[in-house]
């Protein structure tokens, strides 16, 4: 049996927590034993992997350059024994990495999920060092492997593209769960809906769908914005709702862990994104079988076709955005087609099952390169 230890910076809600988790859980229990390290206290996903009898340790990270996280890791990793470890994250792949190298294991992999536009000169030093000595590097994007490569100096060699994918079953739900969902949230019947999922951060975007919605509102009164998540942005947001009155139109709906439910009464999914690296919520959207809208940014275009499982207008271009809502809200024909197409297309390069055994086939492939 080859032990693997995740290290992760927090077990709290996140789209790159959530993957790794949806890996951790599905993995070959048979040939491979998972290990969660987190460097915080417990979190939403706490209960979920020792409900599967996952073995969760936590290594605190009581400020930000506690080093002695390095040396609490390494001994951990020698008292478990494990042969693969694998980091996810800034300061998990730091940490985790150094901890690593420390208790001479075997195989180090490192996971990316960010463009690390925002990153910091330091950081990018220390990634590029520490690449060297990494035997794979997992991205979630063609485009995200250009930039790591162009921008931070990663070598090519060492990174894999390996895309996230979604669990098809839970994302196709009948008539009866969109009625119930409608009458639940007090969406009248005969009302378009156009909605998004994701983290209110300045990344995402959201005031670019909301000035758009200002624009189709005039328009087309019968419609509803839903916009899904929660975070820093949101008074700044409800602010802008206020000033363009649209506090009937543009609805928050908070952070929910119902999130195929509510994607089920869509009409048109939106992602407003400034940039993105390999956006979970486009998947989702498509495996439900919606259209999709979205900003042509980061690796957005290697899941939607343009024009033919969605819409893709240049970023940050709020004209361009409103007047897709507005073509896949009127033309019912063009709309199904293109959810349709979507989720065919997620179906045969996005599925959960892909992802699992793309990423179990490296483990065994480093394996077998190391004499395991």
């Not at 019947?189 to 983290?199: D, M």
Request: net charge positive; charged share 25%; with cysteine.
């Amino acid at each position: 049996m080859i032990k693997v230890m995740f290290v992760l910076p927090s077990l709290q809600f996140g789209g790159a927590e959530k993957k790794i988790i949806d890996f951790i859980l599905r993995i070959n229990k048979s040939e491979f034993y998972p290990i969660v390290c987190s460097l915080s206290d417990d979190g939403a996903f706490y209960n979920l992997l020792r409900n599967s009898g996952i073995k969760v340790y936590f290594i605190k990270r009581y400020f930000k350059y506690d080093f002695t996280v390095i040396f609490r890791l390494m001994l951990l990793m020698l008292k478990e024994g494990v042969q693969i470890v694998q980091t996810t994250l800034i300061v998990a792949n730091i940490f985790g990495r150094l901890a690593a190298l420390l208790a001479k294991r075997p195989i180090i992999i490192a996971t990316e999920h960010s463009m690390g536009i925002w990153r910091v000169n330091k950081y990018t030093i220390v990634n590029r060092l520490l690449s060297y000595f990494t035997h794979r590097i997992i991205v979630v994007s063609k485009r995200q492997k250009r930039f790591l490569h162009d921008v931070e100096g990663i070598p090519n060699s060492k990174m894999i593209v390996i895309y996230n994918g979604v669990d098809m079953k839970k994302f196709h739900l009948n008539y009866y769960h969109k009625t119930i969902m409608r009458k639940k949230l007090g969406l009248k019947q005969n009302y378009k809906i156009v909605g998004t999922v994701g983290t209110l951060r300045p990344v995402k975007g959201h005031d670019h769908l909301i000035k758009a919605a200002a624009a189709i509102v005039r328009k087309y009164p019968n419609i509803y914005f839903l916009i899904i998540g929660d975070g820093p942005c949101r008074k700044r947001l409800e602010t802008i709702v206020a000033e363009l009155g649209l506090q009937e139109t543009v609805i928050f709906l908070g952070n929910r862990n119902e999130i195929p439910e509510l994607i089920s009464v869509f009409d048109v999914f939106v992602l407003s994104s400034n940039e993105e690296t390999f956006p979970n919520a486009i998947l989702e959207a498509m495996a439900a079988e919606k259209p999709v809208v979205a900003m042509n940014v980061g690796g957005v275009s290697e899941i939607v076709v343009d024009g033919q499982t969605g819409i893709l207008v240049p970023k940050g271009n709020v004209s361009k955005l409103s007047d897709a809502i507005i073509k896949l809200i009127t033309n019912q024909d063009i709309a199904r087609k293109m959810a349709r197409d979507g989720r065919n297309r997620v179906e045969k390069y996005f599925s959960m099952e892909r992802m699992v055994n793309e990423r179990e086939n490296l483990f065994r492939t480093l394996l077998k390169d190391r004499g395991w």
